[in-house]
């Protein structure tokens, strides 16, 4: 669409240097391709543009969770959106017809053995390519449904309007194209009806109005659909944002139910009922999200080496003041906005014959021993020297370009690391760490945080020798 876009664009450019360099009046067709241009241009370019701004990673959309785990804002999400692609796609023999009636109006006009030079395939390649967009939108419909229901709910958004631009770009497109098409055909016409060949006035009149008659029809229901989508979304939006508001309220109007206390003439009677909740390290309150992406920093001269020796690590959806990087060299991990050092890594001292791996990691701030990462077979494990607690983190599944490893407390998940393809190569990878509830109690998320860069590399190590 871009590329359409600029060169559409570049034609307008190139109708206006060439009447310039002539000189004299600017030929009615001049005027129209220049008009032309600059409207397709406008149409796809910021299309195209606000797409690729909208639209997060690949490996940030995807949602490991089976679909019956997840939690949509309104359960009348899928089904609406899944009737509306069911519509959608009821269009597809109205294009079919469209590109039917495209064909024989060429063959009409060039008859159906090829010319020498192959002239005629510009001709079709013009006609034929507005049935073809048609077809794209088609499937545009269908993939913003899908994505709908697939991604990750804090993501639907953003993902909603990166199909709706393209969408939108290719609607529009389609009227400027149709309207230029009608256009061309009233000029043809009145030039025609001007010759006293009264049938040749006849056929461009039917050939035209064939055309536009199978093209106007099919693309203003693609406006009309494009618009249920919109108007579709914008509904459960609300209908979600106005049940979660509903239930806050109702939530603040309950109170806290009192603690229950022992009979009278306990010893503990007299002793104070405590209700205060898990206690959390200063390192572990500047991971407050639920999800985070952890991705090595692509620099050219680590494209082919092992490890790499940044980290960027961000929430999902990014805030700009949950955005921390992380340094193989120090072992620091810091905040991206002040600076601020949040941990430190330290590998420990090696033992045995053949020591495993293992790190200790210290809160930066206060310099106490958080826990350590040490590697046990296959498996790692995180050692919690607050709890006292030990995750076992190990590999639950594995695919073409994807990993999902899990750590378990006994037989308590209290966090997920997903390893992923982020493009088209090993080179682009990334870890998405996904903190279950209650998992504060068990180990701390600065431990888990850490983890996560040791991760991608056994990850990616992993797949480049598959």
Known sequence: MLAAGLAAA?????????VVIAGGDRPAWAAALQLFGIALAIAFIPAAVGAAVLLPPESAVRDPRPLGERAFASPARPLLFATLAVIAMLQAPAIAAWWSEDRALMQQLFGRSPSSLGLELIAYASLLSLPALAGTALLMFALTSLLSVLVRHELVSR???????????????LHFIVYAFTRAGDALRQLVAASPDAAAAAQVADWFGRHDAAATSVVWRLTWILVGYVVAFAVVEFMAARGASAVSRVAATVPPAPASLPASGSSQASRPVSTSAAVVTPAARAFDDTSYSVRPRQRFAEMMMRRYSVYEIETIPPRSRSRFTFEWKTGVLRRETDGQQILEVRDREARGVRPSPAHVVVDAASGAELGTLSANGAAWEIRDARTGAVARVIEEKTGPGFASYVARVGDRAVCTFNWALGGASVASTGVDVEFHAGSDEHVDRALAIALAPIIEEKARIAAQRR
């Open 10 to 18: 570049v034609a307008s450019l190139m109708s206006w240097v060439s």
């Open 159 to 173: 993902v909603f309007g990166a199909c709706t631009a393209l969408l939108s770009g290719l609607v529009i497109g």
